[in-house]
């Protein structure tokens, strides 16, 4: 059985070693030394891998054409607000307009708006554009029994459409 020598002239520490499991216990021997004990006949030698060195730290002299990163998240995040803030008026206009025609389509007036669109306060800058709040003009009126004969012409309409498909297929 191999064993490490350990003699005073060898002051060096001991080589780490994978154990690999191929190693056993004899039975038979019991009386061992330490040396004996703690050695395996079966390890493989184990080189620990070799830290990477840390990159170098970059020089102002290569950073010059490259942007900081800072910057660039300040950039990207403008251009998404740039790209945000217009959608949002736009979407809330829109919503602006879907509650104000459900709203018409409810009421008991005797005019009732069909079509209309969302606009802006004060359409004279951007800011204004942006903040200036939203207001309903409607573009389209009529009377409720001109809506009430429309809706009824509508029905009347699909129900002989769906009379025509069932005789076409019968």
Known sequence: MPTTPSTPAQNRPAQPRL???TGG???DDQTRTATEATSFTATLPYQRPQPTPARPAATPAAASGALPRWTKGFVIGGVLLAVAMPASVLMSRSMLVQEALAEQSSSKAAMICTAGEGKAVD?????GWLFGGSYFSCGDWETREARVQRDRDRDQANYMARER??????
């Not at 359409?123 to 800011?127: E, I, M, N």
């Not at 498909?165 to 019968?170: C, F, H, I, R, V």
């Open 19 to 21: 154990l690999s499991g």
């Open 25 to 27: 216990r004899r039975g």
């Open 123 to 127: 359409d004279s800058s951007l800011l």
């Open 165 to 170: 498909a069932k005789q076409g297929l019968n």
